[in-house]
């Protein structure tokens, strides 16, 4: 991993808090929670349990006809906050073009780690690979997530799945959108407190330090209105893990006129260039 600049805390607040960054923060989260509300009404998901832990559930949202793949979503909330209700937004331009949707919970910091949550994470992917067909939810499957959804859809192509008892990776391609992956700044960061990570443990569930297990295409995106934090962290994935480059793309994909709330709204757009090059990872895996 490139080596990474020495900043103070000071440094640290200014470049990895987005709500600060971001004044008008409020009306984003609140156009999440519309624009949530609408796609429950009109699309009327089914939550389903994928594991144990008390937020181990999903919300699936499927086609009227079989659907051609699954797409499934990582919310983000600095692994701390936020909820899958809040991002239903995500799922009518997908299912609108066939495909299924996942919207995944998981337990937040500091009840749980970072850590843990990871395995969180494996779990739902694991639950959908195996079960997801049978409730209309089949393959190809798709991992996207946002912010410290990123950082999750990173590390599921970090994850050994033979571990899991896969004898393939479970799923075909994946979307990191503002995410994490060097977590080492993180602890010098206010919501610390939260996370308990000391500089080791940090590291243990940086994407950056861990070599692809999955030879899957990843979209690394980012809002080019973001922090020049956030863009580092995006470059730094892209430095590190050039096998799992797309053949066309000659750096991270950069979102004009998006900053770290109103990027992620655009799975919300069907023409945005995010949405139609997540669809185009389905027609990729078809061949």
Avoid at 70 to 84: E, Q
Avoid at 118 to 127: D, K
Avoid at 133 to 145: D, E, N, T, W
């Amino acid at each position: 991993m490139a080596s990474r600049p020495a900043m103070t805390r000071d440094e640290v607040e200014r470049g990895y808090n987005n709500r600060a960054a971001v004044p008008e923060h409020p009306y984003w989260l609140d156009q999440f929670a519309t624009q949530s509300r609408n796609a429950v009404l009109s699309l009327s998901p089914r939550e389903i349990r994928y594991g144990s832990g008390p937020k181990e559930t999903l919300d699936l949202f499927v086609p009227p006809a079989p659907a051609r793949g699954t797409l499934l979503f990582i919310h983000g909330g600095y692994w701390r906050a936020l909820d899958k209700a809040d991002h239903s937004f995500v799922a009518p331009p997908f299912v609108a073009s066939g495909i299924a949707v996942a919207v995944i919970n998981y337990d937040l910091c500091p009840d749980v780690t970072i850590a843990t949550i990871i395995e969180q994470c494996c779990r739902a992917v694991t639950w959908i690979a195996r079960e997801g067909a049978q409730h209309g939810a089949p393959p190809p499957l798709v991992i996207a997530g946002h912010s410290a959804g990123g950082h999750l859809a990173a590390m599921m192509i970090a994850t050994d799945w033979r571990a899991h008892g896969f004898e393939a990776v479970p799923f075909v391609a994946s979307v990191s959108l503002s995410g994490v992956h060097d977590l080492e700044p993180l602890v010098l960061f206010a919501h610390n407190v939260d996370f308990r990570l000391d500089e080791s443990a940090a590291r243990a569930v940086s994407p950056v330090n861990h070599p692809p297990q999955a030879d899957v295409p990843l979209i690394i995106a980012v809002g080019e209105g973001e922090t020049s934090e956030f863009v580092r962290q995006s470059q730094l994935l892209w430095d590190a893990w050039p096998r799992n480059r797309r053949p066309q793309e000659g750096g991270p994909m950069s979102i004009a006129d998006r900053h770290h709330f109103s990027v992620v709204l655009d799975y919300a757009d069907p023409g945005s260039a995010l949405t139609r090059e997540t669809l185009a990872l389905f027609a990729r895996a078809r061949g």
